[in-house]
């Protein structure tokens, strides 16, 4: 990825991620679970992090907002600059005044944030109380009209449930009111919607579409699920083994995926308006093991159907035409990427 210019103050990208690497000490042994990860993202905007199972996504989403930073097994290298400031460079106390008000995360189970002993409007007042001077009557009535805006019906008697009462869509809502606070600019939200039944899945999509633009929300949303991706990312990431291997607009990325991993996840897609990409099969084999080691070329090569001798070599993230937004990790020439032929156009790997 090209060096990106050094960011100040007011003209600097709400978060601005800079060769971000994670290093876990795991049965004594390091192992490089992220590996120099850069990402920009403007205020508003929403970035799609998509990728296999053990990939690295949760891990570079608890980066951010520094959940594992006491954790002394947990390495972190890079930058992760929000609006100008090295988040790892603050110490933990200067991290929590951050943390939740600035920034705010959603997790895949509901009960990673609320306590089951205690209601839920208490819980999202602790919120309040902690990084507002409203008063008790100022919070109890905010955080009624939160849960009203999360879609939870008579929130006024529903303050003052336990979280047993709520459904697990009501949690996820709790959860969501909870996250919004404080009108965090971030909200990183980590498989939202994973643990729900379809329709809920969708309630709860759409209420995170209509929360982003009524917050004026930048988000970030990881998920297995590309589907969801295309709904609602301007912007989509691909990991692999604990590295970027695609980044580009949710558009580009869709049209015309440059890399064999993207075009593999987008086959397997199960989805009958998916974009014309040629047809491969579901991608054989499965990601490697990241705490065993990684090998020093491209990670994805034993498993794709396109290697030559070049891919013992680590192809560095780079873009190749005339969209320089839109960058892949992979050394084989745009011509000899059947996938990302247009149909409509005869180009190969250029965006639609
Ligand atoms: N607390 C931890 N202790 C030890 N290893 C961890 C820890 N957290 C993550 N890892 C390891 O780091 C790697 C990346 O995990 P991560 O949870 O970020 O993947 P993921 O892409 O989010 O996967 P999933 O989609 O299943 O959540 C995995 O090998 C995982 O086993």
């Known amino acids: 990825m090209t ?3 050094p960011s100040t103050g007011e003209q600097a990208p709400l978060l601005d991620m800079r060769g971000l690497g994670v290093t876990i000490e795991i049965g004594g042994r390091p192992a490089e679970v992220v590996r120099d990860l850069s990402l920009t993202l403007d205020d508003g905007e929403v970035l799609g992090i998509v990728g296999e199972s053990g990939c690295g996504k949760t891990v570079t989403a608890r980066s951010i907002i520094g959940l594992d930073r006491t954790d002394s097994r947990f390495r972190l290298g890079g930058q992760m600059l929000y609006r100008g400031r090295d988040l790892l460079a603050l110490d933990e106390h200067a991290m929590r005044a951050i943390r939740g008000k600035e920034i705010a995360m959603i997790f895949q189970d509901p009960m990673t944030s609320l306590n089951p002993l205690h209601r839920i409007g208490a ?7 902690e990084h507002t001077a409203l008063s ?10 939160l849960l009203r805006q999360v879609g939870i019906p008579h929130p006024e008697r529903r303050v003052d449930d336990y979280p047993h009462q709520f459904s697990g869509g009501m949690r996820q809502r709790a959860m969501i009111a909870m996250a919004l606070a404080c009108e965090p600019a971030l909200l990183i939200a980590d498989e939202p919607t994973t643990a729900l039944d379809v329709t809920t899945q969708l309630q709860i999509l759409d209420l995170l579409a209509r929360l982003k633009d009524d917050y004026r929300m930048a988000v970030i949303l990881i998920t297995h699920d590309l589907g969801v991706v295309a709904e609602i990312a301007d912007r989509v990431m691909v990991m692999y083994a604990g590295q970027c291997v695609e980044y580009g607009t949710t558009r580009d990325v869709f049209h015309a995926p440059k890399h064999p991993y993207t075009a593999g996840l987008l086959a397997a897609m199960p989805s009958a308006d998916r974009p014309k990409v040629a047809r491969l099969s579901a991608i054989k084999g499965s990601p490697p093991r990241l705490t065993a080691g990684l090998p020093s070329g ?9 290697v030559f001798a070049r891919c013992s070599e680590m192809p560095p993230l780079a873009a190749h035409d005339a969209a320089p937004d839109h960058r892949d990790r992979c050394w084989l020439p745009a011509g000899d990427r059947p996938w990302g032929l247009d149909p409509a156009r005869g180009t190969a790997g250029s965006p639609a």
């Open 123 to 129: 819980q999202i007042g602790e919120t309040l109380g």
């Open 3 to 5: 060096e990106p210019e």
């Open 136 to 145: 008790k009557a100022a919070i109890r009535a905010r955080t009624i009209d």
């Open 298 to 306: 491209c990670a994805f090569a034993p498993r794709c159907d396109h």
